[in-house]
């Protein structure tokens, strides 16, 4: 059972333009959102995150939108740019699981390809 | 260090063999946590270490895989008697706490032939 979903396996945009990357969660538990960027080779790089208490976090051109009535977030990068092309991954937690632990529960990735 | 290392970067080994990976967290992080990521597949969490508490172990696949942390620094990642199902990327993280960002390794791509 996947927790935490994201449909869109691959992305495609032009430099300069928007790129939408969406997640999906069913557990009504999570209350943390995280964002990471993968290039191959290397291991997950924080991007960034959201509390439930928000909905909207913006850091420079990344900004992480979260609508919790329909358990779906959704991260925007722009203007995008062609080192931004990577396997992105959505993260979530929940406020408490098992003896207390902070595990997260990732989605499979969206590979964004920034065309220049 | 600077940041999660882990070693070996890559490891080939025989069905059936036992094999041991190694993680070093970021200096100061209490959290410690392993996730492996099979082809085209997301990560999936196998164990989480939070200071002195007993672990959540409630990830790992099988009683052929455990995980230690030794004085709450390096982390060992053991599986015995690998089988091919076995092969992944097997990725090491660290945060300051249990709730802060966590900051991964580059992995151990584990091939068992």
């Known amino acids: 059972d996947q927790q935490v979903k994201q449909n869109s396996p691959s992305l495609s945009v032009q430099e300069g333009r928007i790129s939408i990357l969406n997640c999906d969660y069913t557990?009504?538990?999570?209350?943390?959102f995280l964002w990471y960027k993968k290039y191959p080779a290397e291991g997950p790089t924080f991007l960034i995150s959201?509390?439930?208490?928000?909905d909207k976090n913006e850091d420079g051109r990344f900004t992480v939108f979260l609508n919790k009535s329909a358990k779906h977030l959704s991260l925007h990068i722009v203007p995008s740019q062609p080192g931004d092309s990577a396997v992105y991954f959505c993260?979530?937690?929940?406020?408490?699981?098992?003896?207390?632990?902070?595990?997260?529960?990732f989605g499979k990735g969206t590979k964004l390809s920034v065309i220049p | 260090g600077a940041g999660v290392s882990q070693s070996p970067s890559n490891k080939v080994t025989e069905k059936g063999k036992d094999v041991e990976l190694r993680c070093d967290p970021i200096s100061g992080h209490t959290a410690l946590y392993w996730y492996r990521q099979s082809l085209g597949q997301g990560l999936e969490f196998l164990i989480y270490f939070q200071g002195n508490s007993a672990p959540d172990k409630s990830g790992l696949p099988s009683d052929r895989f455990s995980a230690e942390r030794t004085g709450g620094s390096v982390s060992t990642l053991t599986i015995q008697r690998t089988q091919q199902e076995d092969s992944a990327v097997y990725l090491c993280?660290?945060?300051?706490?249990?709730?802060?960002?966590?900051?991964f390794g580059q992995g151990t791509r584990l091939t068992v032939v």
């Open positions: 557990n009504s538990m999570f209350d943390y």
């Open positions: 993260a979530a937690r929940a406020a408490y699981s098992g003896a207390g632990s902070y595990q997260l529960t």
């Open positions: 993280a660290s945060s300051l706490r249990g709730n802060t960002e966590a900051f």
């Open positions: 959201i509390s439930s208490i928000k």
